[in-house]
Nanobody
Framework: QLQLVESGGGLVQPGGSLRLSCVLS????????IGWFRQAPGKEREWVSG????????RYTDSVKGRFTISRDNVKRTAYLQMNSLRPDDTAVYYCAAGPGRFEASMFASAYDHWGQGTRVTVSA
């Protein structure tokens, strides 16, 4: 059974950094495009970033461009979201998701079949 497990969330001051990890079990990561989404309190879930199965194509929502970097290590079956220059409005539960490789770095939640349980990121002084 395919499972995704996120880690790396926590409390950080504005301007700080965190690296989120998403470990896949039950299959090879090579087959899947990976997306990161987040949901802030009282808000709808939003797409943050996506990366193709090969890692050759990545995309970001405008609010995180230049601050966040998505990557993957298919050998380790792990995807990452490096988050720098964090701001209070980055506070949210972050979810990773896996979908068929043909969807590349999709921004649409419907492209992803499997979701992790989420990891909470709080940016506060």
């Amino acid at each position: 059974q395919l499972q995704l497990v996120e880690s790396g969330g926590g409390l950080v001051q504005p301007g700080g950094s965190l690296r989120l990890s998403c470990v896949l079990s039950g299959s090879l990561l090579d087959y899947y495009a990976i997306g990161w989404f987040r949901q802030a309190p009282g808000k709808e879930r939003e797409w943050v970033s996506g990366i193709s199965s090969s890692g050759g194509n990545s995309r970001y929502t405008d609010s995180v461009k230049g601050r966040f970097t998505i990557s993957r290590d298919n050998v380790k079956r792990t995807a990452y979201l490096q988050m720098n220059s964090l701001r209070p409005d980055d506070t949210a539960v972050y979810y990773c998701a896996a979908g068929p490789g043909r969807f590349e770095a999709s921004m649409f939640a419907s492209a992803y079949d499997h979701w992790g349980q989420g990891t909470r990121v709080t940016v506060s002084a």
